[in-house]
């Protein structure tokens, strides 16, 4: 399995920007899938955006499309969202996940497709 640190949230106001990373240990994270999920308070866990193992391949929840972009260096065994335009409603703690892929342009938006979890890091956007 793959370990997963997240770094980058922090507190803004709403408008600002934040970049998460993901740092993954060991060779073999490029063979898996990744994503970023988030859970604010009493809510379930939801899918965020994907991304595949080559990186070609990108999917999001409607509700970040257009303000959200998430990418990896294969190189660095990292993994990154860009947040733009923050709002209230994006007040979370995020989570990095890799998932098992067969195939390299695959992305996975199940979360219980993934089998490894970052610890997590908390985003707040005031208003």
């Known amino acids: 399995q793959v370990r997963l640190v997240e770094s980058g949230g922090g507190l803004v106001q709403a408008g600002e920007s934040l970049r998460l990373s993901c740092a993954a240990s060991?060779?073999?994270?490029?063979?898996?899938?990744m994503g970023w999920f988030r859970q604010s308070s009493g809510k379930e866990r939801q899918f965020v955006a994907g991304?595949?193992?080559?990186?070609?391949?990108?999917s999001y929840t409607d509700s970040v499309k257009g303000r959200f972009t998430i990418s990896r260096d294969n190189v660095k065994y990292a993994m990154y969202l860009h947040m733009n335009s923050l709002k209230p409603e994006d007040t979370a703690v995020y989570y990095c996940?890799?998932?098992?892929?067969?195939?390299?342009?695959?992305?996975?938006?199940?979360?219980?497709?993934?089998?490894?979890w970052g610890q997590g890091s908390r985003v707040a956007v005031s208003s």
């Open positions: 991304i595949s193992r080559n990186g070609i391949s990108t």
């Open positions: 060991g060779r073999s994270s490029s063979n898996y899938a």
């Open positions: 996940a890799a998932a098992p892929a067969p195939f390299a342009a695959l992305v996975v938006r199940i979360t219980s497709d993934y089998n490894c």
